[in-house]
């Protein structure tokens, strides 16, 4: 296997879990009105695509500064993830 092909597969590979993901969590939210789910999924989409297309917006030197912001992002919705879990 050549190495855009796996790049390729493993492209599709996370977006198919992450797509996955959100529509578990969404089945959950509307089955049992459960927050945490959503929220993992929020971070999920925030270190997924949100991070790609911002990384792509701005030069090499700046990425670091998209990375943390968007780990920021991400552990934010853990937590309140976390948060909701802890009330049941």
Same mark, same amino acid.
Not at 6 to 25: D, P, R
Not at 55 to 77: A, N, Y
């Given at each position: 296997? @050549?190495?855009?092909? &796996? %790049?390729? !597969?493993?492209?599709? +590979?996370?977006? =198919?879990? +992450? #797509?996955?993901? =959100?529509? =578990?969590?969404?089945?959950? /939210?509307? %089955?049992?009105? #459960?927050?945490? $789910? !959503? =929220?993992?999924?929020? #971070?999920?989409?925030?270190? +997924? $695509? ?5 990384? *792509?917006?701005?030069? $090499? ?6 990375? @943390?912001?968007?780990?920021? +992002?991400? &552990?934010? /919705?853990? &937590?309140? #993830?976390?948060? @909701?879990? @802890? *009330?049941?």
């Amino acid at each position: 296997m @050549q190495k855009n092909e &796996l %790049k390729s !597969l493993l492209t599709f +590979g996370n977006y =198919f879990l +992450g #797509a996955l993901i =959100f529509i =578990f969590s969404l089945g959950f /939210f509307i %089955k049992n009105k #459960a927050l945490a $789910p !959503l =929220f993992i999924s929020a #971070a999920i989409i925030i270190v +997924g $695509p949100v991070e790609s297309i911002l990384m *792509k917006k701005v030069s $090499p030197q700046d990425r670091w500064i998209v990375d @943390q912001l968007t780990s920021i +992002g991400m &552990l934010i /919705f853990l &937590l309140l #993830a976390e948060l @909701q879990c @802890q *009330k049941r």
